[in-house]
C-alpha cells in the first residue's frame, strides 16, 4: 500500500484509488443488475403482448416491450464495454 503523511500506511478506504475502483465496479454492477431485470420484464410484455384480444392494446405493448428491450440492452452493453476497454487499456500498459 502506498504510504501516507510521514511514512504512515494509509488504509484501505484511504486510498482514493482504490476507493475509485470499488465505486467504478459497483456502478457497472448496479447498471448491468437493472438492466437485466429490465429485460426480463420487457420480454415477459412481449410474450404475454401476443395474448391480447385488442389490436390496439397488442400494438401499444408490443412496441412498449421492444423499447425496453432495446434500452434494457444497451444498459447491459455498457458495463460490458467499459469492462472490456479498461481490461484491454491494462494490456496495453
Known amino acids: 500500500m502506498p504510504g ?13 484509488t482504490m476507493l475509485q475502483e470499488i465505486i467504478w465496479w459497483g456502478k457497472l454492477l448496479v447498471i448491468s443488475v437493472f438492466s437485466a431485470a429490465f429485460f426480463s ?3 415477459s410484455m412481449l410474450i404475454g403482448s401476443y395474448d391480447l384480444k385488442n ?5 401499444a405493448v408490443f412496441f412498449a416491450s421492444n423499447f425496453m428491450i432495446l ?3 444497451v444498459g447491459i452493453l455498457y458495463p460490458a464495454m467499459q469492462i472490456f476497454r479498461r481490461f484491454r487499456q491494462k494490456e496495453q500498459q
Open 41 to 43: 420484464v420487457g420480454v
Open 55 to 59: 389490436p390496439l392494446e397488442f400494438i
Open 71 to 73: 434500452a434494457s440492452t
Open 4 to 16: 501516507g503523511l510521514n511514512g504512515t500506511k494509509m488504509t484501505y478506504f484511504q486510498d482514493k
